[in-house]
């Protein structure tokens, strides 16, 4: 009696056919995983930019599209020498096994070369998953690509394999851009100029479109697996897509600042408060904010009838000044006095303090006497003071001798690594090389860090970094240097590298002619930290005419009745 034989299993079929991929094309696997882990080594060091260079950037992707052609080509339904379909595998069998692959030894491998340069930034969960749809998004849309044409018998794809290869590039490479706008087509056609404008709406809509490209050439190589027509219903699905991506409203990215509790809050006019309180001005200061929080002035401007938007471009700010063509520019250093102060609690209240020195805002005649020189301020106007709180946070702490010993790095916040490299000692000084690199995905939405913007813009990062020695009560307080980094911002990723941090330690030199103090005892006994000011909301105040008026005078304000 004749027995017919099980059919096997379609996960027995699936490994079977996985392990046949794996052994007919383990050599150009191999050459794959060799370039990537190059490319991964080069991409280590954030600081090592000068070994970078051995492998191409173009190399690793076309290796991966010869491995990707080779192994569609093989069993693809157009081939008539390969004899796929007459063995029980199945075609769906064959695809799940073929995609399998792809993503084990293709994409994964891809991914992990490209995410050892985000490591050590202090990412969180939400940026960890922007980065990862920075790096597959373009990679899996040009993958599904290339397979979908490679499935097509070759009479047609003789003469689309072209095509798919430039647009595989043009798939991948888009995110890398630095400035869409510069493809649009002319000035004249304002709206359509928008369009390829790097702005986090239509940051937003290439997310969409990478994401359904993913989908439709996923579907088309699915369905070219299956023998069946796929080239019209891919075109029709990408024309969808587009117009789905073309018209996407919604703009995830944007986060509003996060607004401070305006009741714990007080403005004290006149002479200082007997609680803790901050002096914004000789005569104004603001009580309420807890110990480590400290409060920077966003824009203090009167209320103008007639004006729509407040504050104008030119109104006073610690973050930007106006500029000569009538926008705006960020200062490089808006931390001001104020924040050195507070720092000074978290010392022992007898510390003397060395280092330097950040300025002061300008007087309330010299703000005043600016906004009536932009246009004259009507009397008895109301005024309004904005501010931005922060919270003054120690991200880490060192032993002097330790930084001296070896390079050492260490996430300041998340996007954020401070770097300290080489050290010179001078006889007056000893000199740190240092430097602040920012790199973080701009397919999520922003962290709490960079939700404040002042004039449209996110203020430069600012720091503080103490040495503290306790055996001669000595502090030194340092800061970051007027120099803005290198800007190397893309379409899904802002990256600034090398904003010099470079930190000049001057030697205790009169307590080592009177006390005989060492200079190994004065490493030996100081303690390095790094300060970071974290974001915690922006505040609206309103200032009578009443107020104003008694402010300049320098008298407290009468109650109201």
Known sequence: MNASLPMPSFTSRLLHQMRVELQRDRGPVLMWLLLLAIYAWEHTDIERSGFRGYVPGMLPTAAGLFLLWRMVRADHPGSSDCAALTRPLGRGALWMA??????????????????????????????????????????????????????????????????????????????????????????????????????????????????????????????????????????????????????????????????????????????APAVEHQSLWPQLHLSGLAADEVASVVAFAPIRSGEEKWPHTKSYSDFVYPSEN??????????????????????????????????????????????????????????????????????????????????????????????????????????????????????????????????????????????????ISQVVCLREEEAFGQEHNTLWRAERRNRPVNLHIPRPVIHQTLTGLTTEDWIHESTAALWWADERGTLDLEVTAEQMDQLLAGTNPSPKP
């Open 326 to 471: 009538g926008g705006a520019v960020r200062h490089w250093r808006w931390m001001r006095v104020d924040h050195a102060m507070k720092l000074s609690h978290f010392f022992p209240p007898q510390s003397m303090w060395v280092g330097a020195v950040d300025d002061s805002r300008k007087t309330l005649s010299q703000l005043i006497a600016r906004e009536n020189k932009r246009s004259p301020v009507p009397p008895r106007s109301r005024w309004r003071l904005r501010l931005a709180v922060h919270r003054l946070r120690k991200c880490h702490e060192w032993p002097l001798k330790e930084l001296l010993q070896h390079p050492t790095q260490a996430a300041a916040a998340p996007g954020w690594i401070f770097v300290i490299g080489k050290h010179r000692a001078g006889q007056s000084s000893l000199s740190l090389d240092a430097s602040l690199h920012r790199r973080v995905p701009l397919t999520v939405p922003n962290s709490d860090h960079v939700a404040l913007r002042v004039q449209t813009m996110v203020p430069l990062e600012n720091l503080f970094f103490t040495l503290h020695t306790p055996s």
């Open 98 to 271: 073929k995609m399998l692959t792809l993503m084990l030894l293709g994409v994964l491998p891809w991914f992990a070369a490209h995410a050892v340069e985000w490591m050590g930034f202090g990412l969180g969960a939400v940026s960890w998953f922007g980065v990862a749809l920075k790096i597959l998004l373009p990679a899996c849309a040009g993958a599904f690509a290339f397979a979908w044409v490679a499935c097509l018998p070759m009479k047609r794809g003789v003469w689309l394999l072209l095509l798919p290869i430039l647009l595989v590039l043009l798939v991948m490479e888009l995110p890398n851009w630095s400035d869409l706008s510069s493809i649009s087509l002319a000035s004249a056609y304002g709206d359509l100029e928008k369009l390829f404008m790097p702005n986090d709406l239509n940051r937003c809509r290439a997310v969409v479109a990478a994401a359904l490209a993913v989908l439709v050439f996923g579907f088309g190589w699915w369905r070219a697996t299956l023998g069946k027509c796929s080239a019209g219903l891919v075109a029709g699905l990408l024309l969808l897509s587009g117009l789905v991506a073309l018209f996407w409203p919604w703009n995830w990215r944007q986060l509003d600042a996060a607004i401070y509790p305006k009741d714990a809050a007080k403005l004290h006019f006149g002479a």
